[in-house]
């Protein structure tokens, strides 16, 4: 049973990412669970929003010359919007295939760019929601409702 503790008002989370700053990558969605654990939403929602943040996160770092982070939490409902300055996605439907990747080998030497970024949002989500366009960049938005 999740124990539900009162919010007086919504909150609003935003944070710069840098591209390529693996040293800071993750802060952003450790805060968000952080806060969403405080507040008190069930350990689920929290399981769900943390990944959806964390591959919205890196996909700034990886993909995006950098960008924000931002989660508006309600009593209802986690709003992640990631919006980059980065390169575009040039095929969506291609970009949301599990394993398709266009990070380039040095990413994944390091462990990143497995290609499950995009349809790990899309599958922690209910709502999701990508636009895209190729040389200005993307936002990537995802909603993941309390009940």
Known sequence: MESR?????????????????????????????????????????????AIAAYEAEMNIVIHGSGGVLKTVITPEKIELTAEDSGPGIPDIDLAMQEGYST???????????????????????????????VGKGTIVKAVIYRT
């Open 5 to 49: 503790k009162q919010m007086s008002q919504d909150i609003t989370l935003e944070y710069p990412i840098k591209g390529m700053d693996f040293v800071s990558a993750g802060e952003a969605s450790s805060n968000i669970k952080h806060t969403l654990q405080l507040i008190g939403f069930s350990p689920a929602i929290i399981r769900r929003a």
């Open 103 to 133: 990070a380039p080998d040095h990413i994944r030497e390091m462990g990143f760019g497995a290609g499950m970024g995009l349809p790990n949002i899309r599958n922690c989500s209910d709502e999701f929601v990508i636009d895209s366009q």
